[in-house]
């Protein structure tokens, strides 16, 4: 398949390394085959949906019809998460996906995402040991494959106080020397969450040489404004309805900050009702100069992978060649990666 597509499109004069690939957004919880997460789950003897394995994958990934909302997304990540919450399962969990990332779509260049505090089973687990597991399973996978990788901690804008969030940013800082790259914040959102509080944190971080992201503009244009003015993000999780907001564009375009598109994860969680939607989105980005990079959020529990979403732009006539190769671009230069290479 690889060899095919290259052949494809190296006769149309982009550059030979257009096929290695860059991905910027992808969750730990959400990017482990199914078959890898059904072996960590019963090496722990953590019970699963009865002993059968397709009862089993129908509770880890997006089934067509069962996803209403963002939050029904989100609880598929409640069982993944405790199915990781271990450091031998975060080793072969990060392992698994740089490797896979690599064999399956040629992705050089990879960040992977997640949040440790929700791996060490409320304090249970010592929260370096799934760390310092993580690295492992990274630093295994750059062994054995022409890779680059690094980890985004996540702080948690609803489960989390401020307090135990800070831990995760010291702990971000304590372990930027060994391949943690950046910080993130998401998770599932609560009435009284005010991103503006942890404008302090994200400072704290950007001072310690870490990139700066965040989970807004997913269902509404709330936040946008606040994670980049606040917050001083680099770059933005999702972002997608900034496109319906013109002062949304022009903020993100004049502090060139970049977006993180996840097309089918979009489309399945309902941030956009349909292709046509998703259309006009990027549309008004490459009008208004706003950067954006393509995404899975999670390729196993989303059923996809990056060429898939490519091909998927392609086929549907939002993206042409030129212009993936554009988001490739800029994916690379956007990557965290490059500011500590």
């Known amino acids: ?153 996540m702080l948690d804008r609803s489960r989390f106080s401020k307090e135990l969030n800070e831990v995760i940013l010291r702990k971000a800082i304590k372990y930027k020397d060994r391949g943690v790259v950046g910080i993130d914040i998401g998770g599932p959102r609560k009435d009284d969450f005010r991103l503006g509080d942890y404008a302090d944190l994200y400072a704290e971080a950007r001072k310690a040489g870490l990139g700066l992201t965040a989970h807004v503009g997913e269902v509404s244009g709330e936040d946008i404004a606040c994670a980049v003015q606040e917050l001083g993000v680099d770059r933005i999780g999702h972002g997608v309805h900034a496109a319906w907001d013109e002062s949304l564009l022009r903020l993100i375009r004049d502090k060139d900050v970049v977006l993180e598109l996840c097309p089918t994860s979009n489309l399945e969680t309902h941030a956009v009702k349909n292709t046509d939607e998703l259309a006009f989105a990027v549309k008004r980005f490459l009008e208004e100069e706003v950067k954006f990079t393509i995404n899975t959020d999670g390729p196993e529990m989303l059923n996809t992978s990056l060429r898939n979403e490519r091909h998927f732009l392609l086929h549907e006539g939002i993206l042409n060649e030129e212009q993936l190769w554009q988001c490739e671009q800029w994916a690379r230069e956007a990557s965290f990666l490059s500011a500590v290479g």
């Open 1 to 153: 398949m690889v060899h095919r597509e290259r052949a494809e499109f190296v006769h149309t004069g982009l550059p030979e390394n257009y096929y290695e690939l860059t991905e910027l957004h992808v969750h730990v919880g959400s990017g482990v085959s199914p078959e890898i997460m059904w072996f960590l789950a019963h090496s722990q003897g953590i019970k699963t949906t009865g002993r059968n394995y397709w009862k089993f994958l129908e509770t880890i990934t997006v089934q067509p019809g069962k996803i209403k909302s963002l939050n029904d997304y989100l609880k598929l990540f409640d069982i993944t998460e405790l199915i990781q919450s271990s450091p031998e399962a975060m080793e072969q969990s990060v392992y698994s996906i740089v490797g896979g990332a690599y064999r399956a779509n040629l992705i050089t260049r990879l960040e992977l995402r997640f949040n440790p505090m929700l791996r060490n089973r409320g304090g249970e687990r010592d929260l370096d040991h799934i760390i310092f597991a993580s690295i492992r399973g990274m630093e295994r996978a750059m062994l054995e494959y022409p890779v680059e990788a690094g980890l985004i901690f």
